[in-house]
């Protein structure tokens, strides 16, 4: 059974259009991330959410909205999408603290604006 | 807020030898993790490190937390063609709500 996993694997989709990337954990962690992938590969925390609590909003524009369910799911919502927000969206979960225990990453989720 | 930097940003080896990746932070380290990743394939969690002057292996993969120095180091022995890809460290802030900052990635590229 995959650990963390997200769909779909793959968007295209045209300027302007909302979209949504769902992401479902079965490791029974607290907390869920999204990340952001961009075309040189550097990987950056969008959001946390703990338990269903926004624990952090890294200056995301307000076009993403994550929403969570219960704490095995976390779901990215973008309104209006730009050509800049083509990139790979990671979701990650782990236990509350990083520092004693493991993080672990979906597939990822290949967006492309046209 | 902290940064790391992983060197080299590529690497071509031949098929059978042995190399290392190298990652650095701008601060202290709280743990530090390492992935792989390949194209179309996420990240593959490979090992993290508590504390310092900790090693770990898998397989043929040995990654050890150096604390005073700030720095993680990744040795492959007796490379593979399936262990190209990309490999990042990440590591745990400090203070306030946590996340995993990234290095930039070294690419592997490993020839038969």
């Known amino acids: 059974d995959t650990a963390v996993s997200q769909t779909p694997k793959y968007l295209v989709t045209q300027m302007g259009n909302d979209k949504s990337i769902k992401c479902e954990q079965n490791?029974?962690?607290?907390?869920m991330y999204w990340y952001k992938q961009d075309s040189k590969k550097f990987l950056k925390i969008m959001f946390s959410y703990n338990n269903k609590e926004l624990i952090i909003n890294e200056t995301v524009p307000n076009r993403f909205s994550p929403k969570s369910p219960d704490k095995a799911h976390l779901n990215l919502h973008i309104n209006s999408l730009e050509l800049g927000d083509s990139a790979v969206y990671f979701c990650?979960?782990?236990?509350?603290?990083?520092?004693?225990?493991?993080?672990?990453f979906g597939q990822g989720t290949r967006l492309t604006v046209v | 807020s902290q940064e790391l930097e992983q060197s080299p940003q590529s690497l071509i080896v031949q098929e059978g030898k042995n190399l290392t990746i190298n990652c650095t932070s701008s601060?202290?380290?709280?743990?530090l993790y390492w992935y792989k990743q390949k194209y179309g394939e996420g990240l593959i969690f490979l090992m993290m490190l508590q504390k310092g002057g900790e090693e770990k292996s898998h397989e043929k993969i040995t990654a050890k937390l150096d604390e005073k120095k700030q720095q993680s180091s990744l040795h492959i022995t007796a490379s593979q063609p399936s262990h190209a890809g990309i490999y990042l460290c990440?590591?745990?802030?400090?203070?306030?709500?946590?996340?995993?900052?990234f290095g930039k990635g070294t690419k592997l590229t490993v020839n038969p």
């Open positions: 990650a979960s782990s236990l509350l603290s990083l520092r004693t225990t493991e993080a672990f």
């Open positions: 490791l029974g962690h607290d907390t």
């Open positions: 601060k202290t380290l709280y743990g």
């Open positions: 990440g590591a745990p802030t400090q203070g306030g709500s946590e996340k995993l900052v």
